[in-house]
Each structure stands twice: as C-alpha cells, then as structure tokens.
C-alpha cells in the first residue's frame, strides 16, 4: 500500500481516537504520522496508544511514526478566592509571589524568572491573550501594572510574555519524565515545546542521545528572531501557529508560516504546519471553505505535512477529518499550477560549496524529469539521502530503502518518501537489482522503466550520499 500524494498527515490521538479499529482506519484513510500529546494522559494510556499503533504497523507492513509532543513550560497565574476577577481597562493590578488567594487588586503569580526578566513597558497577555496588562514597576519579587485590555480572569489561566526571553528550560520536571517515558515506548520524534533559543534544542538533543530525532515547535517571538539558528540545530520544525498568532499579532502569522517554510525547504528540513486547520470539524462533519483553503495553501507552499489537532484527538468525526484532508491534499497536489508553484519556489543549490550530496541530489532532480523516471530509489542508512532527495521536490516519488526500522518510522514525515525496511545490501551489485524489484514490488515501477538510484558509499556511513545510477526496473 502507498499514497498517491506527496504531503504527509500528522494525526494527534485522544480519547475519540484511542481503540484499535479507530487507530487502524485513521492510517487507512490517510495518517502517516500519529502524535503523543504528553500535556494529557498517564503512562498506560500512552503505552497503550503507542502498542495500537505498532500492531496496525505489522498489520499493513508499513512504517509509521510517532510523535510525542512535550508540554514545555506552563505559565499560569494562582487561584482567586471567588474563582475569578473581572478587569476593567486602565485600573491598576499587582502579580506577586504570595501564594495567598487572588482578589481584584492582586494574584500570586509563582514563576519567579517571569519577574526575573521582566522591565517597565513589558505586556503580560492572559487566558490566551484575551487580557493584556501593561508592566509600570517590577522586582523580582512583584510587577505593579495597568490593564490595557480588561475581561473576565479566571484562576490558573495562562500568561504569556511576548518578546521576552525568560530564563526557563524548555523541559520542565514533568516533560523529562514525560520524555523518558516517550524514549522506552520507542517514540521516533520528539516535539519540544516552548523552544527560544537553539540551546534548548542542543539540551534535549544531549538527553535523548539519538534515540529519536528532534522536533521545535515555533510558537515564541524569540525562536523567531533566530529562526535560521534553531532550524539549524533541529531535525524538524512544526509551525504551532496556534500559539504564535497568542504572542504574535494575528496578522503576521500567514507571512511567518511562508518564511518559515521556505527555509526548511531551503535547508532540507521536514516542516508541519498545525493547529486549527480543520477546527470546525471537531463538531462539523465538514470543514468550511476557508479551512480547505488554509490546508491547500500549506501544500502549494509545499510543506511536508498538515496535522490535525482536536479534530483527531476530541472531535466527534475524526475519521472524516482524515479522509478530507485526505482529499484537499490530494486535489492540491494534482492541480497543474501545484508543480507550477513548486518549481518556482525551489530553492537553488549554492554553488562552489563542495557539497556531494547536493550536486548528486541536483543531478538527480534533473535527470529524473527528464527521463520522467517511475521512481527515485534512495538507499540510506541514517535517512540523510532520502531527506536531501525529498529536499528537491522532484516529479517523480522517492522510494526509500534502509535496514533500519527505526530510520523508516522516521521518514514517515518527509515529503514524497515512501519507505520500505530491507535487509543491508553487501555491495552496489546488490543495490540495483534489489532497487528495481522492490520498485516493482511496491507499486511504483513498470517493468523496462527507467528508475534513479541514489546511495552513499561505502555503505552504513551517514552523509555519503555520491553516487548516482540510471537503471531500468
């Protein structure tokens, strides 16, 4: 079984979506990847859904991956003794370090690196961003403010700091229990949460020592002033619009989501675009026009995946939210001006830089469309070739072949990549013929067809990609 499409779905399970026969027709109707949200749940629910997942994988004989999405640090303001104050613009409201009961002149706010960082002049949003105070005095003790944008504040809602790097882990005590937990279910991604820095990236890739590959969720002003930096330094990027367009005006968020997945493309990264892609249908058996268009966008732009939220985690139509992005996607991507957009915002290779890998993967984009090849077969051992092939968005689809299941698991998210586990070829004799014939195995080949061939030598070593070789399958 493979898709017919290039872009890849990410699928969050929850409690609509945690049985067997859910989780099997969610990958039939179109998951690639299924996400972990580690902000809910206990170990069993998690090693159950984990277990789920993998019998549908020996089901289908098709790998595929695991997210598990990390709640970072939550910042919330204390308890009030009637349950919620109401804040009327421009009156004056003090958070503190007092963990006695809130009322309407003050809150216990127990997060002492907020006061820490911040100074006169700083906005503190609430509940989402729905209320917004302005900082007058500050110590590290307390803020004195003044409300700029009033409502009603309920007890342990969210507080935001836009534009303010705090001096906070992105792994709290919870997500490094969390994230072993994740490592011992054999989790193949793991999404960082409240990512600012490329530190933070360089701290949780230090504890996971390669057991997974690392994902940073953009959701901070601060990841994006340094947003080349901290594409850099992780394996993946998702754009978690949902909380930028908190810390950002809402406005900037469709010009963020292009820049940022123009350099992913540019840098050979995976990117997801997520949240509210297909809010309505959480209790809509249909998405409205403008959700199918913001989908559609993120493929012409050509992401590597859209993911469903709470569509797939709480809604009541998890299956058909699948099945239609299904459809946009593919709808999409068979429309002429899909290539059209495509080829037109490649990202040139540099030249004079050296690079193998690139120039063979150059070649490869070039000779695949001019031969109109059926497929282009990569062997990896590490996944660097499939993900440097699927860098090019060339024509024709990327067969993937390595002799790690794990490598596999992980290629799910990449664009155009179908991957198969096989066993270790001995030598490049080996490699064709075995190219060719799980090429035609696979559904992607026609026998006297041409196929391009892509793999690094010797074999085994990461980042050797430098051959390349025209067979006929």
Request: aromatic share 4%.
């Amino acid at each position: 079984m493979h898709r017919t499409r290039r872009a890849k779905i990410v699928a969050t399970l929850g409690p609509a979506s945690s049985s067997p026969d859910v989780i099997r027709n969610l990958f039939q109707a179109g998951v690639d990847v299924f996400r972990m949200n580690f902000s809910h749940g206990d170990f069993e629910s998690h090693a159950a859904r984990f277990k789920m997942v993998r019998d549908v994988e020996r089901e289908f004989d098709r790998p595929i991956g695991i997210l598990a999405d990390l709640q970072g640090p939550k910042l919330r303001v204390g308890k009030f003794a009637q349950g919620h104050v109401v804040l009327a613009p421009g009156q004056a409201f003090r958070f503190d370090l007092d963990p006695a009961l809130g009322d309407a002149q003050r809150v216990n706010l127990p997060h002492p690196e907020i006061f820490a960082a911040l100074v006169p002049g700083t906005d503190l949003l609430l509940d989402d961003g729905k209320l917004r105070v302005r900082v007058e005095r500050c110590d590290e003790h307390s803020a004195d403010t003044k409300v700029v944008v009033g409502g009603k504040l309920s007890e342990r809602k969210g507080v935001n700091v836009p534009g303010v790097v705090l001096p906070i882990s992105a792994l709290t005590p919870k997500d490094l229990a969390d994230l072993d937990t994740a490592l011992k279910l054999g989790a193949d991604w793991i999404a960082l949460s409240f990512v600012q820095r490329p530190e933070d990236i360089a701290e949780a890739r230090a504890i996971i020592q390669g057991r997974a590959s690392v994902l940073a969720k953009l959701e901070k002003p601060s990841a994006i002033e340094q947003l080349e930096a901290v594409v850099e330094a992780a394996d993946a990027i998702m754009i978690a619009r949902g909380d930028l367009g908190v810390e950002m005006p809402a406005e900037q968020v469709p010009a963020i989501q292009k820049r940022i997945v123009k350099l992913c493309r540019k840098l050979g990264k995976p990117v997801i675009v997520a949240t509210q892609m297909l809010e309505s249908m959480i209790d809509s058996p249909v998405p409205t026009r403008a959700e199918a268009s913001d989908v559609a966008t993120a493929i012409y732009d050509g992401a590597d995946a859209v993911m469903l939220s709470a569509e797939s985690a709480a809604g009541k139509y998890p299956i058909e939210a699948v099945t239609i992005m299904n459809r946009i996607i593919e709808g999409t991507e068979s429309d002429a001006l899909y290539r059209q957009l495509i080829e037109a915002s490649h990202a040139a290779a540099e030249t004079g830089s050296h690079d193998v890998t690139q120039a063979i993967c150059c070649a490869m984009r070039r000779a695949s469309a001019l031969l109109k090849a059926d497929a282009i077969v990569c062997y990896t051992s590490s996944g660097h070739t499939s993900l440097r092939a699927a860098r090019e968005r060339p024509d024709s689809p990327i067969l993937s072949l390595t002799p790690h299941l794990g490598v596999s698991r992980k290629l799910a998210l990449a664009w155009g990549v179908h991957s198969v586990h096989v066993d270790d070829p001995q030598d490049i004799r080996q490699l064709a013929p075995m190219a060719s014939e799980v090429a035609r195995r696979q559904g992607f080949a026609q026998s006297g067809h041409p196929v391009v061939i892509l793999a690094g030598m010797p074999f085994g070593e990461s980042g050797t990609t430098n051959m390349l070789r025209i067979e006929i399958a």
